[in-house]
């Protein structure tokens, strides 16, 4: 800005696909600035608390296959929804991770045979950001009971761990077992609303 000129700074946050509602949130920003001549002055700090609400979930998730024919026209915000949750998809197709999720990375995750139970959890973030299943939607089925996974975002963390265990033989099974779970919500089999 100018020197003596005034202005306001607005920023909106994002919070994770696996936040329940009811949880309160309390977000920090900070502005430096200084003069000419190299004067400092300290910073403008401020802290404010919101609380997560949820809306009613749609109750029908969509599976992979769906959401890959809709890349092309996903809104903007839902692949932004989906990397403030989890950065792991970002620069998925070859390009170099920059924060910003785009169709094309979505496109090439849901198409990678290699890696099933990532296009699963996408998919499952992705029907999160529309809100056909909620973070809390309740989930019941055997592997649920097993793992100790009772909700879509325990499911979500679940996968999560499981994708980051080393790329070895014995993690195979820990890996079907997590898709396995994952595509029960995606394809709306253990979802109990």
Not at 116 to 136: D, I
Request: charged share 15%; net charge positive.
């Amino acid at each position: 800005m100018a020197a003596g000129a005034s202005g306001t700074a607005r920023f909106a946050v994002r919070t994770s696909l696996l936040t329940t509602g009811g949880t309160t949130v309390t977000v920090g920003a900070s502005a430096a600035y200084g003069g000419a001549g190299g004067c400092a002055y300290p910073a403008a700090n401020a802290t404010a608390a919101s609380t997560v609400t949820e809306q009613p979930p749609g109750r029908d998730p969509q599976i992979s296959a769906l959401w890959l024919l809709r890349t092309g026209g996903l809104p903007a915000e839902l692949p932004a929804r989906v990397q403030a949750t989890d950065t792991c998809f970002d620069g998925a197709d070859g390009s170099a991770a920059d924060g910003v999720l785009t169709s094309g990375e979505v496109r090439r995750v849901l198409l990678n045979p290699v890696t099933p139970l990532r296009a699963e959890l996408l998919t499952v973030y992705l029907n999160l950001g529309e809100r056909r299943v909620n973070a809390a939607t309740r989930i019941e089925s055997l592997i649920a009971t097993r793992l100790g996974t009772a909700t879509v975002a325990a499911a979500a963390r679940h996968a999560q761990a499981t994708l980051a265990l080393p790329g070895t033989p014995a993690n195979l099974p820990a890996h079907a077992t997590a898709e396995a779970l994952l595509t029960s919500i995606n394809l709306n089999l253990s979802p109990r609303y």
